[in-house]
Structures are given as structure tokens and as C-alpha cells.
Nanobody, 127 residues
Framework: QVQLVESGGGLVQAGGSLRLSCAASAASGRTFSTLAMGWFRQAPGKEREFVAAVPRSGGNIYYADFAKDRFTISRDDAKNTMDLKMNILKPEDTAVYYC?????????????????WGQGTQVTVSS
């Protein structure tokens, strides 16, 4: 079992920045470095959508089109954490942001392949 806890959400004006963090704790001998990590978001009345993923340290990084050039995902395997730095935030970025983890080696951009989820953190961008 893996437990994920997000932090760093809040209210920010359009054009501002936020840094979200996800702290992971694992049981059953599973180590953080073996987990692929990702961020998803869900706005009111919409489907949960992919934001970014960093499967393993030193490997490829994936971004949704809306996140490219504005968001930066990173992970620190020594601290069991993953961050999402969001710049130039827009009102349409308003959503609950979820941290997710999977032991799979595929499907990093698809929510159905993630096994573990955090409780989410609210990001609200005012115009």
C-alpha cells in the first residue's frame, strides 16, 4: 500500500505561481523510486485529466499540452516527494489537483493505470 498526501494548494491571482507537493509513504517493502508518479486535476463538472508525470528519476517526463511551458514536475527519491511548480496560472487551471502513483511501466498519462491516489488539494485561480 502507498499513501500519498498533497499540499501547497490555495488561492492565487491569474499570472501567479504555486508549488504543489506530494509526500509518499510506502509499505510492503515498496520503495518510492520504483513508483511512477503523476499529477492529475479535476475541475467541477469535468473528468479528471492528466497534468504531468515523472515515471522514474532520469527518465522521460510527460506533460499535457496545457501544462507545457508553464508547469514543471520533479521528484526527489531521497525524500519520497514529488513537486509540481505551476507558473502563469490561469482561471481555467482552477481544479482539485491529485497526486498519483503506479508500479506499472506504461500508461503514465492515463488515470486508469494509476493504483494509488492522494486526497487532492484545491487550486483556485482568480481573474
Amino acid at each position: 500500500q502507498v499513501q500519498l498526501v498533497e499540499s501547497g494548494g490555495g488561492l492565487v491571482q491569474a499570472g501567479g505561481s504555486l508549488r504543489l507537493s506530494c509526500a509518499a509513504s510506502a509499505a510492503s517493502g515498496r520503495t518510492f523510486s520504483t513508483l511512477a508518479m503523476g499529477w492529475f486535476r479535476q475541475a467541477p463538472g469535468k473528468e479528471r485529466e492528466f497534468v504531468a508525470a515523472v515515471p522514474r528519476s532520469g527518465g522521460n517526463i510527460y506533460y499535457a499540452d496545457f501544462a507545457k511551458d508553464r508547469f514543471t514536475i520533479s521528484r526527489d527519491d531521497a525524500k519520497n516527494t514529488m513537486d509540481l511548480k505551476m507558473n502563469i496560472l490561469k482561471p481555467e487551471d482552477t481544479a482539485v489537483y491529485y497526486c498519483a502513483a503506479t508500479s506499472r511501466w506504461y500508461g503514465y498519462t492515463q488515470r486508469r493505470f494509476y493504483d494509488y491516489w492522494g486526497q487532492g488539494t484545491q487550486v483556485t485561480v482568480s481573474s
